[in-house]
T-cell receptor, first 114, second 114 residues
């Protein structure tokens, strides 16, 4: 079945450092890929998405590129801020379209310090 | 434009009891999915409703059941509660049949089983 593997956290960075959170996936067909962010005590917010190979999703300085050849969707940001501290989830939805069920990774906690 | 709303925000039950959680989808959405997020884990798909029918189901026992109403709102019912059912229950809504539309999440219901 479908699965998502994320790098384990927590990831601790100083403000303005470069961020990479690795994500790889296993899926049949052509899934859509997502990054969601969860702040303490809240639900999930969509951060960015990509729906086909070589697409780059971007939002709020975060970027991720859909790499079918390496089955990866790594999240990057050039300069993190304290306000980026949260848990980040990589997810995919199957070839039934973006309304299909989401399969999530276990999440990566990011802590940014001054 | 109201997003996805869930009620209640917190709930405490004892083993063996039954619980009903409620979700109102984002305006314009017709599909509701439910997820269970255990502490420190990624969300796990429970089931999805569209046109008042269960469209997809994850690997959850029959103790977990749901319903969707004509106004697209939804309920999640869990019978014979176990300690392991303690989790954050997330509802997500989307629009079926429209390409590349992501799922939007509510803030969840925190269920604690004593």
């Amino acid at each position: 079945g479908d699965s998502v593997t994320q790098m384990e956290g927590p990831v601790t960075l100083s403000e303005e450092a470069f961020l990479t959170i690795n994500c790889t996936y296993t899926a049949t067909g052509y899934p859509s890929l997502f990054w969601y962010v969860q702040y303490p005590g809240e639900g999930l917010q969509l951060l960015l998405k990509a729906t086909k190979a070589d697409d780059k999703g971007s939002n709020k300085g975060f970027e991720a590129t859909y790499r079918k050849e390496t089955t990866s969707f790594h999240l990057e940001k050039g300069s993190v801020q304290v306000s980026d501290s949260a848990v980040y989830f990589c997810a995919l939805s199957g070839s039934g379209g973006t309304a299909s069920k989401l399969t999530f990774g276990t999440g990566t906690r990011l802590q940014v310090t001054l | 434009d109201a997003g996805v709303t869930q009620s209640p925000t917190h709930l405490i039950k004892t083993r063996g009891q039954q619980v009903t959680l409620r979700c109102s989808p984002k305006s314009g959405h017709d599909t509701v999915s439910w997820y269970q997020q255990a502490l420190g884990q990624g969300p796990q798909f429970i089931f999805q409703y569209y046109e008042e029918e269960e469209r997809q189901r994850g690997n959850f026992p029959d103790r977990f059941s749901g319903h969707q109403f004509p106004n697209y709102s939804s309920e999640l019912n869990v019978n014979a509660l176990l300690l392991g059912d303690s989790a954050l229950y997330l509802c997500a809504s989307s629009l079926l049949g429209v390409p590349n539309q992501p799922q939007h999440f509510g803030d969840g219901t925190r269920l604690s089983i004593l």
